[in-house]
């Protein structure tokens, strides 16, 4: 500007000194030309004293700017490597240590020997939600140091974007070099944080479940224990056999329930197996270990799976066994009680077949064969008690699945027949006696008239 207004005063002055210097003498115009050259040199030194005063406010708000810009910069590097110290202390959960020496650590779940798993489980338990807090916890302190983050990430960038030079500063390469490692740690930070949340929580999971199938096994063993010591206590009475027999199948039915509760348990230890895996894989690839051996936690159940295996193994043969000195025990009964009823019925059978063959027109023979049939309907109600523990020990028998039984058909047929000729013979009887009480009435009507 000031140049240019240098430009237009020479301009204005030599047409104004042109024009006089035409009507001057020459003596006048040498003057005029002295005074002409002493305003120019007085000009140029002007307009050159202006110009250095331009300069030098230029150069003043060079230097300022110069000095916001650095100012900036030192403030944008200090902000960066401030959260970058940040991220490298509070940016990982776990202990910072390489694969070999965390596994030199030996098993993060070391435990006493205790005969109560569910405690060494309660205690798992308790150590691994204790992690999963401290993980949430840690994941929550990321995420509300994000905005902060994001906020001065994007103020360097502008920084940088609006004060481009050509090459690049040393600080301004290093602010930038700095900013891309702060994204990627950041976003490193994050996605650690999420998938050994994720793990550890799928770990966790599938150990409560474990634990809730083993705790309903664990609850319908030990009553069927019980069950089996209450008649074992009671194998040698004989008064109540079939009532024991009945109640061992039952027993066994309800063992066949509890074994699909161990497929059920099976079935859990391999969910809880297969997280305890990836949580070992997940927790192997960090730099930052989670002092928690996953091995730990599949031996301990697959022992208790084993135990519990054996248990129920072992009941389930100690039931069979049972079951079997039961089962011989009623069929020497049945065996009894059918050849006892068998010598009885052919008895009484024989008799009345001897009395039938004889004439009764005598009423004091009447009166004999009534006070003998009833006497034969005492007897039948005698062994009716009889006849149905034979058949009650019978169908105990027919409903079992081993082979204490010589032969069913046998057994079934015998227990029939036995059945048959009971009723016939108490029918009979009944029959008999109507008769006999008829007949009996009209002697005594005949012997009156």
């Not at 009671?234 to 009532?243: I, R």
Request: proline share 2%; glycine share 4%; aromatic share 6%.
């Amino acid at each position: 500007m000031g140049n240019a207004l240098g430009c237009l005063r020479v301009a204005r002055v030599a047409g104004e000194e042109e024009q006089s210097r035409r009507s001057l003498t020459p003596r006048k115009r040498m003057t005029c030309n002295c005074c002409k050259k002493i305003r120019g040199r007085w000009f140029h030194s002007r307009v050159a004293a202006e110009e250095s005063s331009d300069f030098n406010v230029d150069r003043r708000e060079e230097n300022t700017q110069q000095e916001t810009t650095e100012g900036h910069l030192q403030k944008h590097k200090k902000t960066v490597g401030d959260l970058l110290k940040w991220l490298a202390v509070e940016g990982h959960y776990g202990v910072h240590i390489t694969e070999d020496e965390f596994y030199a650590l030996g098993d993060g779940f070391q435990m006493e020997e205790e005969d109560d798993a569910m405690g060494s489980f309660a205690e798992m338990g308790e150590r691994l939600n204790d992690h999963q807090q401290g993980l949430k916890e840690h994941r929550q302190k990321l995420s509300q140091k994000e905005q902060e983050l994001v906020l001065a990430i994007e103020a360097a960038q502008t920084f940088l974007e609006q004060n481009v030079q050509d090459p690049l500063r040393d600080e301004e390469v290093a602010l930038q070099e700095n900013l891309n490692v702060l994204m990627e740690e950041y976003e490193s930070a994050l996605s650690s944080a999420d998938s050994q949340l994720n793990v550890i929580e799928d770990l966790h999971l599938e150990l409560q479940k474990f634990r809730k199938d083993h705790d309903e096994f664990e609850t319908l063993m030990i009553h069927s224990e019980k069950e089996l010591r209450k008649i074992k206590a009671e194998e040698f009475d004989s008064s109540s056999l079939t009532f024991k027999l009945n109640k061992q199948k039952f027993l066994f039915n309800n063992l066949q329930f509890l074994k699909g509760d161990l497929r059920y348990l099976r079935r859990s230890w391999k969910s809880l197996f297969d997280a305890a895996f990836l949580f070992e894989i997940r927790n192997a690839i960090e730099s930052y270990k989670i002092p928690i051996d996953p091995d730990a936690i599949s031996q301990r159940v697959e022992e208790t799976v084993e135990s519990a295996d054996a248990r129920f193994n072992a009941l389930r043969s100690e039931c069979i066994g049972l079951g079997i000195r039961l089962s011989t025990k009623v069929f020497e009964q049945w065996q009894e009680k059918a050849d006892e009823l068998r010598l009885w019925l052919e008895r009484v059978e024989r008799e009345r077949r001897m009395v039938q063959l004889e004439a009764i027109p005598n009423p004091e023979i009447l009166q004999q064969e009534l006070e003998n049939i009833m006497v034969l309907q005492g007897e039948i109600s005698e062994h009716e008690d009889g006849v149905e523990k034979l058949q009650e020990a019978a169908k105990c028998l027919l409903n079992l699945s081993n082979d204490v039984v010589p032969n069913i058909v046998q057994l079934r047929k015998t227990t029939a027949t036995i059945e048959q000729r009971f009723q016939r013979l108490r029918q009979e009887t009944s029959e008999q006696k109507r008769t006999l009480e008829r007949t009996n009435v009209q002697v005594e009507d005949l012997e009156d008239s």
